[in-house]
Structure formats: structure tokens, C-alpha cells
């Protein structure tokens, strides 16, 4: 295996209007989405990820239970086992962000990660839940509503083509869990997102690449695309892209448009700016104690 692999990052509308029920959201997103990545597979991508909770709208806008319907097992539940046989169909890596359950009543917003045997590697739970208004008419961020906080750490996959970590969406804006995956020996980060223009966009294109360049990894951050009715809480500016270690944009997707991102990334770029660069060397961690102390 050589030191250079393809990655396509899948961004998307949801094209069912968030009144409809739960089950012809995930029927159309996944039918969208299987055929995107085939598309990202013929265009020679080794590592596909699909944006958060792919299979319906960000339904977090609201507060209602009829979301709920929405949450499968992991790795047992359909869509897991579907994605697992297109990965080994495809001899493609997916990671694959659905809505998980566990037992009755707990729910996780959760990344499962798929080798490209099909194999069912694990999954990494979203650790950050946030609560936050945006776009007016008391739409938000409403994820303590529908997601425990994870509870699984910051685990990293030794895959076919690289090894991969994930967080998700709200997650890039702690550093802690991204320096955690490069500790852990993460070579790319995929960051699965859905995030709206007036709160976020500004900070886009900033955190993950200076997590890139701290980490001395690549990073490939992930956002769906359009405005979501009936909230209209604002536009999912998209803008996917892959990130080097060195800060440096691989490729950009559209801001507005279906889209397969196609990039390429180098572990030759990850070992030169690790041995320019000896942030793990000279990290300092006896010294970060009060880090992980409780706040009064």
C-alpha cells in the first residue's frame, strides 16, 4: 500500500420537507447517498465519509419526539449493515454518522467506521452535546434533547488505507479530544458536521487546520448544504474540504451544491511535518493538570 490515499467527503441537501415521516426521510437520503458513494468510489476514493446523521434533516432544529424513530443499533441496525456490505462491495473505507440506540430510550449521535472488507471496526460517539439557539423562531442547536454525551473516549481505527479518527461537528471546537486522536495515533480526522452560516462560518475554516497543524495530521471536515424547512433556522453552507498538516487546503467543495469532494492525502507530508514540528515530543502534559479540573 502506497503512502498516498484518495479520500471523498459526501455533502448533500436533504431534499424531504422535515414534515414528513421519519421513514421516507431515511428511505430517499440513503438511496442519495448509496449512489454518491459509488460515485466517490469510481473517482478512486479509498476513504469516504458521509456528513452527521446523513439518513434525514438536522431535525435538532426542533425539540420533538417523533425524531426519536430515527435511531438504530449500531452495528446491528439496517443502514450499519447496508453500508457494510457497499464498503466491501466497493473495497472502500466508509464512515458512516447515524443516529444510534442502545437498549430503550438512549441515544448517541454516532460514527460508525467500516473497513474496506465490509468489516464493522467500531464506532466513536459524539463526547460534546450542544444546546444553543440559532436562526430565530426558537429553532437551535436543541442536541441535549435527542444525544448523550459520548461515552467510548477518542478511539482510532486502523483501517485498510490509514488510520482514522472522528468527531463530530460540535466536537472541533475542543481541542482537547483532537490532540487526544493524534495521541492515539490518528493519521486523518474526519469531522462530520451540520452547521449553519451566522453562528459557525467564521471559525469554518480556522479550528480544523490549526487541529491539523497542532496534531501534525490531515483533517476532512464535512457539512451538508441547502435550508431545511419547515425551520429555515438558516443555510448549511457546505464548504468540505481536506486539510494537510501543514494548514493547507487539499481541495474545497462548493458552498451550495450535491457534492463529492475528491482529495488526496500524503502520510510522507505527516512524517516531514512531524519531524519539523516535535509538538509530541515537546508537549508538556505533567504540567496540564488543571485542565481536567471541575470549574466551581
Not at 479520500?7 to 441537501?13: E, F, H, T, Y
Not at 467510548?152 to 483532537?178: M, N, S, W
Not at 469554518?204 to 487546520?209: A, D, G, H, I, N
Not at 429555515?232 to 463529492?260: C, H, K, T
Amino acid at each position: 500500500m502506497g503512502n498516498k490515499v484518495t479520500i471523498g467527503l459526501i455533502q448533500a441537501k436533504n431534499d424531504v420537507h422535515g414534515d414528513e415521516p421519519v421513514h421516507v426521510h431515511k428511505e430517499k437520503a440513503i438511496e442519495k447517498h448509496v449512489r454518491m458513494v459509488r460515485e466517490a468510489a469510481a473517482k478512486g476514493a479509498r476513504i469516504i465519509c458521509l456528513q452527521e446523521i446523513f439518513y434525514g434533516p438536522y431535525f435538532c432544529a426542533e425539540q420533538n419526539t417523533k425524531w426519536y424513530e430515527a435511531a438504530e443499533e449500531v452495528p446491528d441496525g439496517p443502514t450499519t449493515q447496508l453500508f457494510r456490505s457497499l464498503a466491501r462491495e466497493l473495497g472502500a473505507v466508509i464512515i458512516l454518522p447515524v443516529y444510534e440506540q442502545v437498549g430503550i430510550g438512549t441515544y448517541y449521535n454516532t460514527a460508525a467506521v467500516i473497513d474496506a472488507d465490509g468489516t464493522y471496526l467500531g464506532k466513536y460517539r459524539k463526547q460534546h452535546i450542544p444546546h444553543v439557539a440559532a436562526g430565530g423562531n426558537g429553532c437551535g442547536f436543541w442536541e441535549k434533547y435527542y444525544f448523550k454525551p459520548g461515552n467510548l473516549g477518542y478511539p482510532v481505527f486502523d483501517t485498510a488505507f490509514a488510520k482514522v479518527g472522528v468527531y463530530i461537528c460540535y466536537d472541533r471546537h475542543f481541542p482537547e479530544g483532537a490532540r487526544l486522536l493524534g495521541l492515539n495515533g490518528a493519521e486523518i480526522v474526519f469531522n462530520p458536521s451540520a452547521t449553519v452560516a451566522g453562528l459557525s462560518e467564521y471559525l469554518w475554516k480556522l479550528e480544523q487546520p490549526a487541529h491539523a497543524v497542532a496534531n501534525g495530521y490531515y483533517v476532512a471536515a464535512i457539512n451538508r448544504v441547502g435550508v431545511e424547512a419547515p425551520w429555515n433556522m438558516g443555510e448549511f453552507y457546505g464548504q468540505s474540504y481536506l486539510v494537510d498538516p501543514r494548514g493547507q487546503f487539499v481541495a474545497i467543495g462548493s458552498r451550495d451544491q450535491d457534492e463529492v469532494v475528491i482529495a488526496e492525502m500524503d502520510k510522507d507530508v505527516i512524517h516531514q511535518v512531524r519531524n519539523t514540528w516535535q509538538f509530541y515530543r515537546d508537549r508538556r502534559p505533567e504540567t496540564y493538570e488543571d485542565m481536567v479540573k471541575l470549574l466551581p
